[in-house]
Nanobody
Framework: QVQLVESGGGLVQAGGSLRLSCAASGRSVSNYAMAWFRQAPGKEREFVAAISWGSEGTVYTDSVKGRFTISRDSAKDTMYLQMDNLKPEDTAVYCC???????????????????WGQGTQVTVSS
């Protein structure tokens, strides 16, 4: 079993920054791509960013490109999401997830991920 725990969320003004963390325990996630998703009230869960198992590849949804940076520290089994120039439309619960396929490529669909954290709330005020 894998447990994923997010932290770092909070309330911030538009233009501000937050750094989210996703700590894995139970079994290592170092050989799996990892991703961040978010879900705003009344909306479906959407892909935000993902990083390959070797950290050589990253993918972002268009709305966060140039503002968000995903990274990971495999030695600590922890993934990060640096969020800069936050906008009110970034308000959501942010969840991290592990790709279901070991050494698999980065994918964007919710169904391609098997372990999920409970999420951390990010609220951006205007």
């Amino acid at each position: 079993q894998v447990q994923l725990v997010e932290s770092g969320g909070g309330l911030v003004q538009a233009g501000g920054s937050l750094r989210l963390s996703c700590a894995a325990s139970g079994r290592s996630v170092s050989n799996y791509a990892m991703a961040w998703f978010r879900q705003a009230p009344g909306k479906e869960r959407e892909f935000v960013a993902a990083i390959s198992w070797g950290s050589e590849g990253t993918v972002y949804t268009d709305s966060v490109k140039g503002r968000f940076t995903i990274s990971r520290d495999s030695a600590k089994d922890t993934m990060y999401l640096q969020m800069d120039n936050l906008k009110p439309e970034d308000t959501a619960v942010y969840c991290c997830a592990r790709r279901a396929e070991k050494w698999g490529p980065i994918l964007r669909a919710v169904g391609d991920y098997d372990y999920w954290g409970q999420g951390t709330q990010v609220t951006v005020s205007s």
